[in-house]
């Protein structure tokens, strides 16, 4: 099944030659940006089949990667790789732009346009470059015909189910960042992902562990034929350490702790993330024991980190405005069911009055990681509201518009739109001593003993939840069981004392449940992750190897604490694991 | 490389294999200068691990009556280039996990598979084992302890499934055990490095691709050269401890250009050797890479060729790949106890399939075939069990089956071709097949035959079959038991002498008609390295064989890319 989920414009455009924006700065030897631009040049004047109609927008990027992994357990390395690529990829449109060959699912199993790239190769060859955007081109060219063919067949008949244009018009631009980062050796890395995994040799109640770490840039050229242009580097770092035991039960309990930042320099503090680990080791051992939660429904507060996390798993896939794609009635029908709710709720209240969301490429430094200059379709990145006063005023979107958005927000990152920095902001003055005064005052009132904060959420995954295999294969929004369990929360009683829980499971939070935050704290935290493209058809388990590829884009949140007046946690479901039959072989008394 | 297709009406499992010829970059591996003395540490913590595992679970209600553990170390270090630029270069190193772990006994035990079952979603759940390429005996066994507890309790719930579908069916046709006993073996190899100099490495395949950049005709055209070093470490319950090492080079060309009628034509050149200096040297390559481009673009002026039925000759290289699908897979033992197999050789025991001068053997225990290595070697199969030397067909006439442990009626025991690549379960695979014919003809006489045998048909011509690029067969029973061969080079040979490339020919039939046909054979032995994707992963292959003369072969078309060349001619000219 193809999914053309690909950008945007309303004015007519037809290919022109492309003007000569700051020309002379590319061409200071870019063969990459030159072979481009010779090759666009041509395919502008000449790419035509006989008969049929000539691309009407243009556009090429190109990815060069390079990057370092390496991973650990237990003290050593499991593994390491050095990674070079350059990939191509072609954009072509034919029709005009409020009816092309995108936005279109086909029920074909395998589409040709799918192909149109390929891997240029690592050293600047002028002619080899060019020998492969040339024949990228073609195929995509073809494929372009054959898509706008089947979709003006399947649309004989229909009405479109979103009927807005297919792509937007936007400012000509251009940015060249020339800047060449440099990595650290892979040595280094290596050495990293010894000394930390080495940690769990004094944790003996933790069954198995896992320090990965990578470094790398990610520079992307891109052109069309409309004359905009850009050069951008993307540098990123990580090292995440993700650690499994069981509880005494036999419950499986998982915690992870991750470092990010935009060069290995960045994330150089080796002490931090010891003490991070022994921390999370100290909590894991503490949860093995802990009584665990049967059920609860009553207040519950989200702090720092895991009030970033339910953002991103439940808010943030709701901001993206993924359309819809038109397709053959049946297969239209079930592209339906995974429509994003929030397509329809722009103007309407989606949190309390006093939230607002904007989303801020242009944030940087103090945790922020997410930004950038220009987004994928080279449109210059600009800050924007999403939510004011706790209404919708608009989605995310590249240059595919959809319905209420009609231009680009300078949100493409990859395939799709994706957020840069999202901003959660509010009029709360309330200190972190008000805030809890709040939630306890909640907590008498709904006649609990107790009210739960969570402090950290897990990322949801494979074997967690009753349906982990077909899970697998669901797309769409994630709802209930697609949630992380909590890996930190506390029952908090009204004296002050906290009582660790070993694992929870929320029960049922979707996008409605944040129209009631009850209150909020007056400082926020920024908190990273890699964005996967999940939000629109992508099948999870697809994303989820889209994120271990690294493919994902690093967005950053900064928010504040949020009170809930009423949410479910209950005692994770499915089936318990026996322990180990044997103990740990280095902790065997 | 996916030897299980999906067949879109039942979504049931089907084997299809499949001999590439192409290079495959198998799963990642590297080299580098890593320490080489001392692994056997390896082996100690793994035999400790071992028996520490079956002390403990001794004394478990339902104790695994077998375990073992296999590390599969790959280091390696590739070069590739595309039209003359660097596309590639990288070094690789991992190692990679197996466990065997049975409970129940050797005559029924959790690995019997279930019968009548609509596939399952099992699939999902196996996954690759990364260990530590460190030497650490605390982290290895800490990943040994962690998936063995995982393997035990997957073992138990298979096992009860096993019953119930043992109970609820009817009695399987092979009443044979599941698993086969065998005496231990133990032998240590010394690791091997691997020779490889990166710079030199990247010029030679921007020198061996860049000829193609000299004509627009051609699409597709690269070179690349690899090195790997697989290091296994093995050890089992029953007293096993192994440790091999064993180095391979490989050099390969590909080119691909495409008929004006869309017809996309590949050429393939492949070089393998254990060792550096055994690949040839830079002016052979040379030599080759122009005469694939003399051919390439004769074929895309090539006549195409019809459907045809007639007397063929097929090289050496190309009666090796024949064999290899038609008879090979067929042999494979465990597929004679599958239910769902078409089991073509089961009854033809004993009974001639050949010419009486024709004998097949698998040999994985030499390691050269005249002047070539040969790749499908090896000194202890996946299982431990030592490689031997296996008759398969002696003077035409059906003796053995290729034997993994898992015995069929008649076979109680392994003959050490229980193969798979890392992270599969082993079954039976080939290894060097070996044809030998008693008394050859010379090329001449075995040309002359052909003659005879066109105009004895009434044929304008015949077909010479020179170069494959591989094939598939289906042995199971939902598809029909067919094989197909995709010849690279195919030339009509008419009666005066006169030869004629042609092009868009696939080589099709059912084994056993086929196989009735093959008249004779001549002295010259073509030898064929590749790597042959099955159930249980990519493994190293290799056939040797004479130049064959059938009697009557089918030709059908080739399926054919319906993409038109590019609109645009190649781009010229530089910056």
Known sequence: MRLSALPVVFVTLSLVPLPAVNAQKEAELNVIMQALRDELARSTEQLELEGLERPYFLAYTVRETEQLNAAGSFGALLSSAEDKSRRLSVEVRVGDPSFDNTNFGSMSLFPSSLASGGFLPLENDYREIRRQIWLATDQAYKAALESLAEKRAVLQNETRAEDIADFSSEEQFAYFDQADPDLPSRAALEQRVRDLSAAFRDLPEIFSSNVSASAGNRRTYYLNSEGTAFIRSDPTASIVVEARTQATDGTVLNDSVAARGRSWDDISDQDDLESRIAAMGANLTARRSAEGLDRYSGPVLFEGQAAAELFAQVLVPRLLGNRVPDAEPNFARMLQQSRNPFLDRIGARVLPRFLNIHDDPSADGDGFLGGYPVDDDGVEARSKALVENGILKSLLTSRNPVPGVEKSTANRRGDGPAPSNLIVSSRSDMNDEELHAEFMLLVEERGTDYGIVVRRMGRPEAGDGPASGLSLLRSGPRTGPGLGNTSLAYNVFPDGREELIPKAELVAVTEAAFRDIVAVSSTSTVYSFPHTPAGGFIPSFLAGAFSALGLGEVVSVSIPDLLFEELSLRKPSGNVPHLPVANHPSFDP | ?575
């Open chain 2, 1 to 575: 490389m996916s030897e299980v297709q999906w067949n879109r009406e039942g979504g049931r499992a089907l084997s299809r294999l499949r001999l590439r010829h192409l290079l495959i970059s198998l799963c990642g591996i590297a080299l580098a200068a890593g320490p080489v003395a001392g692994q056997s540490g390896v082996l100690d913590a793994m035999k400790a691990e071992l028996d520490r595992s079956m002390e403990l679970l001794g004394e478990e209600e339902m104790p695994p009556y077998f375990l073992s553990y296999e590390i599969s170390e790959s280091r390696s270090a590739s070069a590739s280039a595309s039209f003359g630029a660097l596309a590639g270069s990288d070094e690789r190193h991992e190692r990679l996990l197996d466990i065997d772990l049975r409970v129940g006994d050797y005559s029924l035990d959790n690995t019997r598979p279930i019968r009548d079952t609509f596939g399952s979603l099992s699939f999902l759940r196996t996954g690759r084992t990364r260990m530590p390429v460190d030497d650490d005996a605390a982290a290895i066994r800490s990943i040994l302890w962690s998936e063995t507890d995982k393997q035990y309790k997957r073992a138990l719930e298979q096992l009860t499934q096993v019953k119930t579908n043992v109970q609820v069916k009817v009695e399987a046709e092979d009443q044979s055990d599941d698993f086969s006993r065998e005496t231990p073996s133990k032998g240590v190899d010394e690791p091997r490095p691997i020779e490889y100099d990166r710079a030199e490495w990247e010029d030679r395949v921007r020198r061996y691709s860049a000829p193609f950049a000299e004509h627009g005709e051609f699409l597709r055209a690269s070179a690349s050269l690899t090195a790997g070093t697989d290091t296994r470490w093995f050890v089992n319950s029953e007293g096993s401890e192994i440790q091999t090492s064993e180095t391979r080079y490989r050099l390969s060309v590909s080119a691909l250009t495409k008929a004006d009628d869309g017809m996309e034509l590949p050429l393939y050149k492949s070089y393998s050797s254990f060792t550096l200096d055994g690949l040839p040297d830079d002016e052979t390559v040379q030599r080759d890479v122009r005469k694939m481009i003399e051919i390439l673009l004769a074929l895309r002026e090539a006549p195409l060729v019809e459907p045809y039925t007639g007397p063929a000759i097929l090289s050496g290289e190309a009666s090796g790949v024949f064999f290899h699908e038609i008879l090979g897979h067929r042999l494979e033992g465990h597929r004679l106890k599958e239910a769902d197999d078409s089991q073509t050789f089961r009854d033809q025991l004993n009974q001639r399939v050949l010419p009486e001068s024709f004998s097949v053997h698998f040999d994985p225990t030499i390691r050269t075939y005249g002047p070539s290595d040969l790749v499908g070697s090896y000194r202890y199969d996946n299982q431990g069990v030592a490689a031997r030397r296996v008759t398969a067909i002696d003077k035409g006439i059906l003796k053995n089956f290729l034997m993994s442990r898992s015995p069929i009626d008649g076979f109680p025991n392994s003959n050490g071709h229980g193969r798979k690549q890392p992270g599969r379960k082993p079954v039976a695979r080939q290894s060097n097949l070996i044809v030998e014919v008693s008394d050859p003809l010379t090329s001449e006489e075995l040309t002359e035959r052909f003659v005879e045998a066109i105009e004895a048909a009434e044929r304008p011509f015949g077909l010479r079959i020179e170069e494959i690029q591989g094939g598939f067969t289906f042995t199971g029973r939902m598809m029909p038991n067919s094989f197909n061969v995709t010849p690279l080079l195919v030339y009509r040979v008419y009666p005066d002498g006169r030869e004629e490339l042609v092009r868009g020919v696939d080589l099709i039939g059912t084994p056993l008609t086929t196989f009735s046909r093959v008249v004779a054979a001549d002295d010259t032995i073509g030898v064929f390295n590749g790597f042959c994707g099955a159930e249980s992963g990519l493994v190293p292959v290799s056939a040797a064989a004479p130049s064959i003369l059938v009697s009557q072969i089918e030709v059908q078309k080739k399926e054919q890319s319906q993409d038109r060349p590019p609109i645009l001619p190649a781009p010229v000219g530089d910056i």
